[in-house]
Nanobody, 125 residues
Framework: EVQLVESGGGLVQAGGSLRLSCATSGFTFDDYYIGWFRQAPGKEREGVSCISSSRVRSSRFSTYYAESVKGRFTISSDNAKNTVYLQMNSLEPEDTAVYYC?????????????WGQGTQVTVSS
């Protein structure tokens, strides 16, 4: 059974940091691209960041970020733990949302096949 479990969300003041984790199981981690998405109340879900599968990863094309989080968020993976992290620094109230991780075998720019349940991030001003 494929599982993606997010953790690490919470309440933080503006300017603070959080690290989200996405623990995966039930599929070959090295073959999958893992993305982070978020959905704020009343807004559509948006892509935040993505990391390519380790089989195709190169130093130039391994990670992607939405413009709104570039320079503040960092995505990384621990293949030994089948886990992807999203380090979020300099958080802003606009970052408040439910954050989801998702997995796909295709690429960071196609539909994702598997989704976690989400973790709430709330940034107070």
């Amino acid at each position: 059974e494929v599982q993606l479990v997010e953790s690490g969300g919470g309440l933080v003041q503006a300017g603070g940091s959080l690290r989200l984790s996405c623990a995966t199981s039930g599929f070959t981690f090295d073959d999958y691209y893992i993305g982070w998405f978020r959905q704020a109340p009343g807004k559509e879900r948006e892509g935040v960041s993505c990391i390519s599968s380790s089989r195709v990863r190169s130093s130039r094309f391994s990670t992607y970020y939405a413009e709104s989080v570039k320079g503040r968020f960092t995505i990384s993976s621990d293949n030994a733990k089948n886990t992807v992290y999203l380090q979020m620094n300099s958080l802003e109230p606009e970052d408040t949302a439910v954050y989801y991780c998702a997995a796909t075998r295709s690429s960071c720019f196609t539909q994702f096949d598997y989704w976690g349940q989400g973790t709430q991030v709330t940034v107070s001003s």
